[in-house]
């Protein structure tokens, strides 16, 4: 088979995983999420047969790090010497869990298929983003699923229309969810696409005023771009808009965060039309959110001082119970996955309830997968973050740059909402950042093509 056809079954592989998992409740119901399982295993052992007419990247960096992090998780579920010491396992000598590294087996090889998934779809996205107009499709399709998961939460905030396909919801009924469950988690969608919705609206202005700054295009092409500047511009008021009305405190003020830094950046540059946008960006969603009601999310914000630490029954009152479960076993974790199993004893707080997670994407993979592995990966995530960064200061293309700068704002967005959430085990949301930290690394600056292809 040739390059042309083993890159379009790796991009449809990739699309149809990204929106079947984002679209039955975000991945979390375990039939729709096998079914992208077997699709992203069977496109890659494709690729892998007919590699040496796939588009298959040299390995590199990119790759060397979520393959140890899945390696790790791997290992945790296999059997070890019992008379491993105490200080490599993190079990106590001659107790049978020195066996096996994870304290529930089974929910570690569940969430080891998840992140080896996330890992394929990474690896999908580099093999296929190599080139530009396939680049561009992709960032088409997550801004297409965005805006109609904000169609769909807007219409359930404003219809009080509270079903998720044929599912009535029991949670999160006075918030937009979109089809997700948690209010959270459908925030945290938004928040990591909601950027390049922002940038390609960027990119559009940019066009007429830097391709012709004396004399102007024509006026049927002036048209055009205000059109596709305007298009832009309205998907991400809706977006913010249905963040609003999803009523995620974090979800908001992480997208605020990440939108500062994008114009901050922007402004770093002197770019005028960034901040113009932004301005319109600003007063547009202010007036439709104001337009629609702004009084039930503000109340969110005014329910703040019960997340305090004093509280007893708050996601903070979960940190220090953690801390202690990291304390036990730092270096070799509990298991992936096996956070509610492993917090059980040191339970504080929700004393009567089954406490799943962290509510902290950091201290729950530190327990997960120790000290070491966590920074490992959410090291080399910073390091990503960074090398988009140099992209957007460095790159001639104005599509590279602006791809770049809306990856910083995603990356910036997801890990500030993972200091109080867990949108990082929610499968639809862990495959889409793989997504964009492989978009983040293919954005290269392509320093020599010109403006007018760009």
């Given at each position: 088979?040739?390059?042309r056809?083993l890159?379009?079954t790796?991009e449809?592989a990739?699309?149809?995983?990204?929106?079947?998992?984002?679209l039955?409740f975000?991945?979390?119901?375990?039939?729709s999420?096998?079914a992208?399982?077997v699709?992203f295993?069977?496109?890659?052992a494709?690729?892998?047969?007919?590699?040496a007419t796939?588009?298959v990247?040299r390995?590199t960096?990119?790759f060397a790090?979520?393959t140890l992090?899945?390696?790790?998780?791997f290992?945790?579920?296999?059997?070890?010497?019992a008379e491993l010491?105490?200080v490599i396992t993190?079990h106590?000598?001659?107790a049978?869990?020195?066996?096996v590294?994870?304290?529930?087996?089974?929910?570690?090889r569940?969430?080891f298929?998840i992140l080896l998934?996330c890992?394929?779809?990474f690896?999908?996205t580099?093999c296929v983003?190599g080139?530009?107009?396939?680049?561009?499709?992709?960032v088409y399709?997550?801004?297409?699923?965005?805006?109609a998961?904000?169609?769909?939460?807007?219409?359930?905030?404003l219809g009080?229309?509270q079903t998720?396909?044929?599912?009535?919801k029991?949670y999160?009924l006075a918030?937009?969810?979109?089809?997700y469950?948690?209010?959270?988690?459908?925030?945290?969608?938004?928040?990591?696409?909601?950027p390049?919705a922002?940038?390609?609206?960027?990119y559009?202005?940019e066009?007429?005023?830097?391709?012709?700054?004396r004399r102007g295009?024509?006026?049927?092409k002036?048209d055009?771009t205000?059109?596709s500047v305007?298009?832009?511009?309205a998907?991400?008021?809706?977006?913010v808009?249905?963040?609003v009305?999803?009523?995620?405190r974090?979800g908001?003020?992480a997208?605020i965060?990440s939108l500062?830094?994008m114009?901050?950046?922007?402004a770093?540059?002197?770019?005028?039309?960034?901040v113009?946008?932004?301005?319109?960006l600003?007063?547009?969603s202010?007036?439709l959110a104001g337009?629609?009601?702004l009084?039930p999310a503000?109340t969110?914000?005014?329910?703040l001082?019960?997340?305090?630490?004093?509280?007893?029954a708050?996601r903070?009152?979960?940190w220090?119970?953690t801390?202690?479960?990291?304390a036990?076993?730092?270096?070799?974790?509990?298991?992936l996955?096996t956070?509610?199993?492993?917090y059980?004893?040191y339970?504080?707080?929700f004393v009567?309830?089954f406490?799943?997670?962290?509510?902290?994407?950091?201290?729950?993979?530190a327990?997960d997968l120790?000290?070491p592995?966590?920074?490992?990966?959410?090291?080399?995530?910073?390091?990503?973050?960074g090398?988009a960064?140099?992209?957007f200061?460095r790159a001639e293309?104005r599509f590279?740059k602006?791809?770049?700068?809306?990856?910083?704002?995603?990356?910036?967005?997801i890990?500030?909402?993972?200091?109080?959430?867990?949108?990082?085990?929610i499968p639809a949301?862990?495959l889409i950042?793989?997504?964009?930290?492989?978009?983040?690394s293919?954005?290269?600056a392509r320093?020599?093509?010109?403006?007018?292809?760009s």
């Amino acid at each position: 088979m040739n390059e042309r056809a083993l890159t379009n079954t790796a991009e449809i592989a990739l699309v149809s995983g990204i929106v079947v998992s984002a679209l039955f409740f975000g991945g979390t119901e375990p039939v729709s999420f096998a079914a992208v399982e077997v699709l992203f295993f069977g496109t890659a052992a494709w690729i892998v047969a007919n590699r040496a007419t796939a588009p298959v990247p040299r390995p590199t960096i990119f790759f060397a790090v979520p393959t140890l992090i899945a390696v790790w998780a791997f290992l945790q579920t296999g059997p070890l010497s019992a008379e491993l010491p105490r200080v490599i396992t993190g079990h106590r000598a001659g107790a049978s869990a020195a066996a096996v590294l994870s304290r529930a087996p089974y929910r570690t090889r569940v969430e080891f298929l998840i992140l080896l998934t996330c890992l394929i779809g990474f690896f999908l996205t580099v093999c296929v983003t190599g080139d530009r107009k396939r680049k561009r499709r992709l960032v088409y399709v997550l801004v297409a699923l965005a805006l109609a998961e904000a169609f769909y939460g807007l219409v359930q905030y404003l219809g009080n229309w509270q079903t998720i396909w044929w599912y009535s919801k029991k949670y999160d009924l006075a918030e937009a969810t979109g089809t997700y469950i948690n209010r959270n988690h459908f925030a945290g969608l938004l928040e990591m696409i909601l950027p390049f919705a922002v940038c390609l609206a960027f990119y559009e202005a940019e066009k007429r005023t830097l391709s012709h700054p004396r004399r102007g295009r024509p006026s049927g092409k002036a048209d055009q771009t205000i059109s596709s500047v305007s298009l832009w511009l309205a998907v991400a008021v809706v977006l913010v808009a249905s963040l609003v009305f999803s009523r995620s405190r974090m979800g908001l003020l992480a997208a605020i965060a990440s939108l500062i830094v994008m114009f901050s950046l922007s402004a770093l540059q002197r770019r005028m039309v960034p901040v113009a946008i932004g301005f319109a960006l600003l007063i547009l969603s202010l007036g439709l959110a104001g337009w629609i009601g702004l009084r039930p999310a503000l109340t969110r914000f005014e329910d703040l001082a019960q997340e305090m630490p004093g509280q007893q029954a708050t996601r903070l009152s979960i940190w220090p119970g953690t801390l202690e479960l990291i304390a036990e076993h730092p270096l070799m974790g509990n298991g992936l996955g096996t956070f509610p199993v492993a917090y059980t004893p040191y339970q504080t707080s929700f004393v009567t309830k089954f406490v799943n997670h962290a509510h902290n994407d950091y201290l729950e993979l530190a327990s997960d997968l120790g000290i070491p592995a966590a920074l490992v990966l959410f090291g080399s995530v910073v390091w990503v973050l960074g090398g988009a960064m140099r992209t957007f200061f460095r790159a001639e293309s104005r599509f590279e740059k602006n791809l770049s700068l809306a990856c910083v704002g995603s990356i910036v967005a997801i890990l500030l909402h993972s200091l109080t959430d867990f949108n990082l085990y929610i499968p639809a949301n862990a495959l889409i950042f793989a997504v964009i930290l492989g978009l983040a690394s293919t954005a290269t600056a392509r320093t020599r093509q010109p403006e007018t292809q760009s």
